[in-house]
């Protein structure tokens, strides 16, 4: 490990944590005494993104969650929640324990994911994705995210029974 400061190779690690998928290791170099950061992540595998038009691309998260971003512009998502839903995204693509996947699979997860989060997000994020062609099916798409609100909700009203 290299000091950023003054390129020493000899640092010792003052503390340690789990964050998110990553260590965070806080360093002190033994030559000059300054502190610094590191992350640890594991190595994953290549993934591959099959896009519209077949080319393929490196699967990036920080893509993601920049999309996931700008269909929550100027409404009230904390980004922690944006960054917990691209992590279980992309968790749950590395774990279809394929080497591509379709850019649509995704498509699918971030719609699923931002329904749960905000609607005004998931139609966003629906228009640009299903390329609605005009208002008509823009409009369907809303009533659709209506019926299954008004769905969840009958179900959290109802009555448990004790079994």
Do not use: W
């Amino acid at each position: 490990m290299r000091c950023p400061f003054c390129g020493a190779t000899e640092a010792r690690v003052v503390d340690t944590r789990d964050v998110n998928d990553a260590i965070r290791r806080r360093r002190e170099c033994e030559t000059c005494h300054q502190r610094f950061t590191t992350y640890e992540r594991i190595a994953s595998v290549n993934l591959l993104v099959v896009k519209r038009d077949q080319r393929r691309e490196k699967f990036d998260r920080e893509k993601l969650l920049s999309s996931m971003q700008t269909s929550c512009g100027k409404r009230p998502v904390p980004t922690g929640v944006l960054e917990e839903a691209a992590r279980e995204i992309e968790a749950e693509l590395y774990a279809l324990g394929e080497s591509e996947v379709s850019s649509r699979v995704i498509g699918e997860m971030v719609m699923k994911r931002l329904r749960d989060i905000d609607g005004v997000a998931y139609v966003r994020f629906a228009s640009v994705y299903r390329r609605f062609e005009d208002i008509d099916r823009m409009a369907d798409e809303i009533e659709a995210l209506k019926a299954e609100i008004r769905r969840q909700a009958e179900l959290r009203n109802q009555l448990q029974l004790p079994l």
